[in-house]
């Protein structure tokens, strides 16, 4: 069984480029935006 990670991007804020990262068993991401009263949003853009 190969091995599984997930990474978390919290708060995404602009884009990221995960390409570098899918060969060696990345097959999770958690992003989102920020939390709380003043948090950030994530604009959909940043998960295309």
């Known amino acids: 069984m190969a091995a599984r990670a997930a990474r978390?991007?919290?708060?995404?804020?602009?884009a990221l480029d995960i390409r570098p990262w899918l060969?060696?068993?990345?097959?999770?991401v958690i992003a989102g935006g920020g939390s709380?009263?003043?948090?950030?949003?994530?604009?959909?853009?940043c998960a295309r």
């Open 8 to 14: 978390g991007v919290e708060p995404l804020l602009g």
């Open 36 to 45: 709380g009263s003043e948090g950030a949003a994530m604009h959909p853009d």
């Open 23 to 28: 060969g060696g068993g990345l097959d999770r």
